[in-house]
């Protein structure tokens, strides 16, 4: 019965934001203000009610688009974006095929107080590799980079958290930035910020650095032999003081998973001089973390396991038995794989990145040598008690990823 009058509640915003398109006024505006409330309980909504989320998301797009918005409708609605955006499939809709980053590039410099706007286009873009240089995209990297560039520290974080996703693995983006011509203003600045007292803002700068110019001959300087054991102990210490600062773990995993997909500087980690220890550190994570951070610790351990001569290293952490803080024994990667829930509720993310770990473990078990023997009943043990949700409803992409992990343990019990 509540999923039926969500659903309902949903078909009736529809309507109220059709008839409001249609006939603008200011009571069809007071009446998509009260609806908007509806959109706070959106994150609860099944799978199998998706259409009518996602047909509430474009309708939410249009309004934010019409320039006849007042702003504290707009805030509502960008409120409402940022609850949906922590949906994987929710968040590409509304940035591939609602193009919602058009209207916040026009809402951002008009943005007075609160940074809904700068919020929102936080979220949405992290994560995104589809955004190409555009008319709009290219005004919200000016507005950021100038921001970056002339704000005081204060309100460094929203700015530099911006860039760093627009620039991570993504070519095309971090082309035009470095053709910007405020190009060596923001190098210097982003070099200044590494002297901030906000973590956070060092680790981001460090990303940016990285992103941009760690190929060419400033980023040989910033992340020379010398430098990279106190970034790597920076990224690692946040990493492991997640409890106390969940967006500085995310940060950091995003630092070192950017890093280290450089065969110069995965040659400068395999020397660092704690790794064993963060190796350790980094497993024991994943039956601890919530599934924001799970999804980059389960990133960054598959990383880790592609640095040549680690593999082996981590697939012997994962597979080795644990006793829990009330004394129930699991191995790493069982509870990874307990972890990996029902498709309603779990990200692509975390999914993908579980099966491309589970391929790693595998492909290292049937590689190794002898003494993989009780690696590989372990992991036959992990297999036959480890029961996946059903697979046959939800995100196409969760839903593909987490049909193949189960037809990789079928296979790896009958092989054994």
């Not at 969500?6 to 006024?25: H, I, N, T, W, Y």
């Not at 409708?73 to 949906?87: D, N, Y």
């Not at 949405?124 to 709009?136: A, E």
């Not at 950091?252 to 350790?280: E, I, N, P, T």
Request: glycine fraction near 4%; proline fraction near 3%; charge should be neutral.
């Amino acid at each position: 019965m509540a999923s039926d009058k969500k659903l309902c509640d949903l078909q009736k915003f529809c309507r109220a934001v059709e008839k409001a398109m249609s006939m603008p006024g200011e009571d069809n505006c007071r009446e998509i203000d009260r609806q908007l409330e509806v959109m706070q309980s959106f994150s609860e909504v099944s799978p199998s009610y998706c259409s009518e989320v996602f047909d509430s998301i474009s309708a939410l797009v249009k309004i934010l688009g019409n320039p006849c918005t007042s702003s504290t409708i707009s805030k509502s609605i960008m409120t409402a974006l940022r609850i949906q955006s922590k949906w994987d499939a929710r968040r590409d809709s509304m940035v591939v095929q609602h193009n919602v980053l058009l209207p916040l590039s026009l809402i951002l410099p008009k943005e007075q107080d609160g940074n809904e706007c700068l919020k929102l286009i936080q979220q949405l873009t992290y994560g995104i590799r589809t955004i190409c240089p555009n008319g709009y995209i290219e005004d919200i990297i000016r507005f950021v980079v100038n921001k970056i560039i002339s704000q005081v520290q204060d309100t460094m974080l929203e700015y530099v958290d911006v860039l760093a996703n627009l620039c991570q693995r993504n070519v095309t983006v971090q082309a035009f930035v470095k053709g910007l011509p405020a190009i060596h203003t923001l190098q210097r600045k982003l070099l200044s910020n590494l002297s901030d007292s906000n973590v956070s803002v060092v680790i981001l700068s460090l990303h940016i650095l990285a992103s941009l110019f760690l190929t060419e001959e400033l980023g040989t300087r910033i992340f020379s032999s010398n430098n990279m054991e106190q970034s790597f102990q920076l990224a690692f210490s946040v990493l492991f003081a997640y409890g106390t600062n969940t967006g500085g773990a995310i940060y950091a995993a995003d630092l070192l998973v950017g890093l280290l997909s450089h065969q110069r500087m995965q040659a400068v980690f395999k020397k660092y001089g704690q790794l064993q220890d963060c190796l350790h550190k980094t497993v024991s994570l994943l039956s601890r973390v919530e599934s924001a951070v799970l999804a980059k610790m389960t990133e960054l351990c598959v990383v880790f396991c592609r640095v040549p001569g680690l593999r082996v290293v981590m697939a012997k952490l994962l597979l080795q038995r644990r006793t829990t803080l009330v004394g129930i024994h699991m191995f790493p990667l069982g509870s990874l794989l307990a972890g990996v829930t029902v498709p309603s509720v779990t990200s692509s993310h975390l999914t993908l990145s579980t099966l491309d770990l589970l391929k790693e473990v595998i492909e290292e078990v049937l590689t190794g040598s002898e003494y993989m023997e009780q690696m590989k009943f372990t992991l036959v043990q992990i297999a036959s008690t480890c029961k996946l949700p059903d697979y046959t409803q939800g995100d196409y992409v969760i839903c593909s990823c987490l049909l193949q992990l189960s037809q990789l343990l079928s296979i790896w019990s009958d092989i054994l």
